[in-house]
């Protein structure tokens, strides 16, 4: 009887876990539509902060940094400009 008892338990495990990745799922689609809303806007986002990254020229390269200072980031052609001449 008990073995019934567990098999039940694994069960409602089951059922929560999928509700749990639903909701993640849920989550990341609402978070992915946000973005290609923005995308189409020719915006390139923060993946940090989701904020539209600006177009910067730092030291004759190309970069777009985040409106809060949370980072910079470069095109590889710009990276690897970086590493060949620092
Ligand atoms: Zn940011």
Known sequence: MSDEKDRLGDKLRDV???????WAFE???????????RVKGGQ???PRCHEALVPRVE???K?????KGEGVWLDEAA????????
């Open 16 to 22: 929560e876990k999928a509700r749990e990745d639903q």
């Open 27 to 37: 989550q990341d689609r609402k978070l992915i539509e946000k973005m290609r809303e």
């Open 44 to 46: 390139s986002l923060c």
């Open 59 to 61: 030291h004759g390269l």
């Open 63 to 67: 970069v777009l940094a985040c409106p």
């Open 79 to 86: 990276f690897k400009h970086l590493l060949s001449h620092h």
